[in-house]
């Protein structure tokens, strides 16, 4: 699994807790609005590998930034999380079932 996968869906799974109603908030609160800083760096480093490896998937990213930046607002911030994670799953089981089909044909020119 190539490092571009793997921070999808990292950040997938980041967005998603933080999408979890009153724990994700309750987390950020907590923490300073930290996670809000961490999860927007780790969405830029996905859309600096995305694009260097040549993937088009970045819509997802695009949006973690901006429910990054506007996390602080208690439902806006919500329903960016539930959004951008649930483009994220879309687009890491995308990139997933991608490299499949190409093994899978590279192993029936054997």
């Known amino acids: ?3 571009h996968k793997v921070l ?3 950040t997938f799974g980041f967005e998603a807790f933080l999408a979890i ?3 994700g908030g309750a987390f950020i609160l907590a923490n300073g609005w930290t996670p809000l ?3 927007g760096v780790l969405h830029l480093i996905s859309i600096v590998l995305l694009l260097a490896n040549r993937q088009k998937l970045v819509v997802g990213n695009l949006i973690g930034i901006v429910g ?3 996390g602080a607002i208690p439902v806006l911030g919500w329903i960016l999380h539930v959004f951008t994670a649930i483009v994220l799953f879309l687009e890491s089981m995308y990139l997933s079932k991608k ?3 190409q ?3 590279y192993e ?3």
């Open 37 to 39: 800083l961490i999860v």
């Open 68 to 70: 990054a930046m506007l």
């Open 21 to 23: 109603p009153l724990i």
């Open 99 to 101: 490299k499949d089909e």
């Open 8 to 10: 999808k869906w990292v």
């Open 108 to 110: 029936a020119d054997l």
């Open 103 to 105: 093994r899978f044909e």
């Open 1 to 3: 699994m190539n490092i």
